[in-house]
């Protein structure tokens, strides 16, 4: 199981984001994702291998873990960052998506 | 580029079937994994299967002896096979390529719902 806090983030633009997601056992890093979904659009991959950024994700987005407490970084926030984000884990052949946090605009 | 186009999702009633394609195309169909990833209206995502380049296979409990994945190399394409359809099937189904355990493209999705 992994679980997100918080549930809802409230930020301006140019805040600072940090949020968590941890597992109930412990995770492969290899096997550790971020993604953004915004309304009406399918989820995009963020990052994987808990800290790589994917294609075309810009430099202010970071995150970090091991063991089973991941985070996920958006230094100055962005308009277009305002988005749902879900953690996901891949261990014995099955994939577990996080709750989500949501964040949203003050 | 990699693009996924979902087609066959619409409304069945409790109990029946429907068949989802994954058309893939603008990178080398095998050896990539794909997978499909349901989102219930107001949730997150929940993946329900997966089928490797070999055709090994794994579904989750919730749809395990219910739906079928399959692919066809040579069409670049994804199947899956959904019976015995409850209410709690109902979501947008997407199709996803799988690159290490992670959803590296995600198609649109494709609309199941499941009423009386």
């Known amino acids: 199981v992994l679980t997100q806090s918080p549930g809802t983030l409230s930020l301006s633009p140019g805040e600072r984001a940090t949020f968590s997601c941890r597992a109930s056992?412990?995770?492969?890093?290899?096997?550790f994702a971020w993604y953004q979904q915004k309304p009406g659009q399918a989820p995009r991959l963020l990052m994987h291998?808990?800290?790589t950024r994917a294609t075309g994700v810009p430099d202010r987005f970071s995150a970090s873990g091991s063991g089973t407490d991941f985070t996920l970084t958006i230094s100055g926030l962005q308009p277009e960052d305002f988005a749902i984000y879900y953690c996901?884990?891949?261990?014995?052949?099955?994939?577990?998506f996080g709750q989500g946090t949501v964040v949203d605009m003050k | 580029q990699v693009q996924l186009v979902e087609s066959g999702g619409g409304l069945v009633k409790p109990g029946g079937s429907l068949r989802l394609s994954c058309q893939a195309s603008?990178?080398?169909?095998?050896?990539?994994?794909m997978s499909w990833v349901r989102q219930a209206p107001g949730k997150g995502p929940e993946w329900i299967s997966y089928?490797?380049?070999?055709?090994?296979?794994n579904y989750a409990d919730s749809v395990k002896g219910r739906f079928t994945i399959s692919r066809d190399n040579a069409r670049n394409s994804l199947y899956l096979q959904m019976n015995s359809l409850r209410v709690e099937d109902t979501g947008l189904y997407y199709c996803?390529?799988?690159?290490?355990?992670?959803?590296?493209?995600w198609g649109q999705g494709t609309l199941v719902t499941v009423s009386s």
């Open positions: 996901q884990q891949y261990a014995d052949s099955v994939w577990t």
């Open positions: 291998g808990a800290s």
């Open positions: 603008g990178f080398t169909f095998p050896p990539f994994y």
């Open positions: 996803v390529r799988e690159n290490y355990g992670h959803g590296d493209f």
């Open positions: 056992q412990t995770v492969s890093t290899t096997h």
């Open positions: 089928i490797g380049a070999d055709y090994g296979t």
